[in-house]
């Protein structure tokens, strides 16, 4: 299972440098690759470079951390709040980073370009809105999970309506605000992927390195800590990285649905329950997948896109199906 | 020396007090059953002693150590509890599932030792449940599933067990084969056992110590015999008892009045 998905997510890698309206074929790719290191030579011309340095590797490699860490933090969120429907999202980073963005947007007035300090605000949202949910359902360790998912509801809501109205308010810029919400990859730069990469690299392996504490808390909370489990500091370990991870995803490419409930779910009918597999194989598996999924978003009606958040749902959902009618029931 | 010790033990929830000023020594190498009615407490000391619930008032020490001054991990080291109503994690081998005792000892971001291994085969071994070792934990019958919540307390390898009702949904035959492990382990390897149980007979029987508690407070302590036959425990019940001797062995029947 682990060769299978990281066959695939080269096979996806390699798809999303070499698919697109500009054809590029595979040998001068890598040509290209060996002789930025020295060996072959180059038969790319300086437009199919650009367009592979400057626009697919980018987007591509931006998709690969966005998935990664949005299929790994709601793995994350399923196992800590022991709920099947937790994405990560769960506690108000969505709707936060939607509020931050809107904000950002609606604020140039006009609304005719989406400004530069847009992530930023999304990032503030997104982190907000999950520090206030931690604060009111949270802080006291003996509160249970169900307290925390009930103040992330209520958060989510104040905040999307808060969102709604600033829309409503302003029209001129309804069209970019709801680009931004269903999420894209189209605006990927290295200087995207350089600001993102620390967040996903490190949030995603303390998520990977909770998969055993995850197994125990399997037991519920009472049982964890009679086994030796300090049930509160791991769920504010936990929430931190994911929430974290999730918010600067979020803030670099919007809001795209789907891969952080399908994915992890879609891992544990094949791999089994534990998060001990269920987390490592969500990266990969995540990755993979929205890469995919964006290299079908920009290329079925080229030359424009399809929303990303569409695309995830259009093809995660018939596989997800296909998987839960061969296999058992979903546990988790 | 006592292995066991609660002194003017209170838990309260809010307002209301579960449990008021009980003082316990237990020995080590002993067997201690907490009876009494539904509500009187009986749980809520269990997990007192357990850990579970930090008492309001007073202190419980295992092994001379007081609990309130302990990590989850080290506690679960020195005190493992079988819960009255366990969860049964879906998906979950039995192996993994006993193995979740060894968590206190090799620690949540280290895998499992080989000795640690070793302890999980033995515990199988020893409850009889390695030939489920591989099935998925919600396949078992109440009784090895029972067995299995057992054994993951013996594989914490501590000096003391709790157990909250552990017979409750077990037929006869179940009953008696997991008291009478529970038994051998006292006997043998100098366990220390508290237990809460609704069945006076099967409670006199296996311990060597009742605690009678009514409504929070500690009616009487003693040897079993003298428990069972007392008027406390049929006032408590607010019923008409009647413990008759079959083959040596106090069998307490409650008689219509």
């Excluded at chain 1, 340095?53 to 998935?67: K, N």
């Excluded at chain 2, 006592?2 to 002194?7: D, F, G, I």
């Excluded at chain 2, 006997?187 to 110590?209: E, I, K, P």
Aim: hydrophobic fraction near 50%; proline fraction near 4%; glycine fraction near 12%.
């Amino acid at each position: 299972m682990v060769a299978l998905s990281l066959t695939g997510l080269v096979i996806a890698a390699i798809g999303g440098l070499v698919i697109g309206p500009t054809s590029i074929g595979i040998g001068p790719v890598v040509g290209n690759v060996l002789s930025h290191l020295g060996v072959g030579h180059n038969t790319l011309s300086t437009l199919q470079s650009t367009v592979l340095w400057q626009l697919r590797a980018p987007r591509m490699v931006l998709g690969l951390l966005a998935g990664a860490m949005l299929a790994v933090a709601g793995g994350t969120y399923q196992g800590v709040f022991r709920n099947p429907l937790a994405d990560p999202y769960l506690l108000g980073v969505a709707a936060g980073a939607g509020l931050g963005a809107t904000i950002a947007i609606v604020d140039v007035g006009s609304g005719l370009v989406t400004p530069a300090w847009t992530p930023l605000l999304a990032f503030v949202g997104a982190m907000g809105a999950v520090i206030v949910t931690w604060l009111i359902g949270g802080r006291n360790s003996r509160s249970s999970g169900a307290t925390l998912i009930l103040a992330g509801v209520a958060v989510a809501s104040l905040l999307t309506s808060a969102q709604t109205f600033l829309q409503q308010q302003s029209s001129g810029s309804i069209a970019r605000v709801y680009i931004w919400l269903l999420g894209s990859l189209a605006s990927a730069s290295w200087h995207s992927v350089w600001i993102v990469v620390p967040y996903v690299a490190v949030c995603s392996m303390v998520c990977v390195a909770a998969g055993r504490a995850l197994d125990v808390m399997s037991v519920g909370e009472d049982e964890s800590r009679s086994l030796g489990v300090r049930v509160g500091r791991v769920r504010l370990v936990v929430i931190a990285a994911s929430s974290l991870g999730t918010a600067a995803v979020v803030s670099a490419v919007g809001l795209i649905g789907f891969v952080g409930i399908i994915v992890p779910h879609v891992v544990r009918l094949l791999v089994g329950t534990s998060y001990r597999r269920i987390l490592p194989i969500s990266v990969v598996v995540g990755a993979a997948f929205l890469v995919l999924a964006d290299t079908i978003a920009r290329t079925v009606m080229a030359p424009s896109e399809l929303p990303l958040g569409v695309v995830t749902a259009l093809v995660g959902a018939p596989v997800f199906v296909l998987i839960l009618s061969l296999r058992r029931p979903v546990a988790v | 020396m006592s292995q066991v010790e609660l002194r003017d033990v209170t838990v309260s929830v809010g307002a209301k007090v579960l449990v008021s000023n009980v003082t316990v020594a237990i020995q080590s190498g002993t067997w201690c059953t907490i009876v009494g009615p539904n509500g009187a407490g009986k749980t809520s000391l269990v997990e007192a002693i357990a850990g579970l619930r930090r008492p309001s008032r007073g202190t419980v020490s295992i092994g001379g150590r007081v609990l309130a001054a302990m990590n989850e991990r080290e506690r679960a080291r020195l005190v493992a509890l079988v819960p009255q109503h366990p969860v049964v994690p879906s998906g979950m081998t039995v192996y993994d599932y006993v193995a979740l005792g060894r968590v206190a000892h090799h620690g949540l971001l280290r895998a499992a030792t080989t000795r640690d291994r070793a302890i999980v085969d033995s515990v199988l071994e020893r409850l009889s449940l390695g030939e489920f070792r591989d099935r998925d934990v919600v396949t078992l019958s109440g009784g090895e599933r029972q067995r299995m919540v057992l054994g993951r307390a013996f594989a914490q390898s501590t000096m003391v067990i709790v157990l909250d009702e552990p017979i409750t949904g077990l037929d006869l035959r179940h009953q008696m084969e997991l008291l009478e492990l529970l038994r051998s382990e006292v006997a043998d390897g100098g366990l220390t056992v508290v237990a809460t149980l609704h069945d006076l007979t099967l409670a006199g029987q296996f311990a060597d110590r009742l605690i009678l508690l009514n409504q929070g407070e500690l009616v009487l302590d003693g040897a079993a015999g003298d428990v069972v036959r007392s008027d406390e425990l049929a006032h408590c019940y607010g019923m008409n008892l009647r413990v008759i001797d079959v083959d040596g062995a106090d069998v307490v029947v409650p008689v219509r009045r």
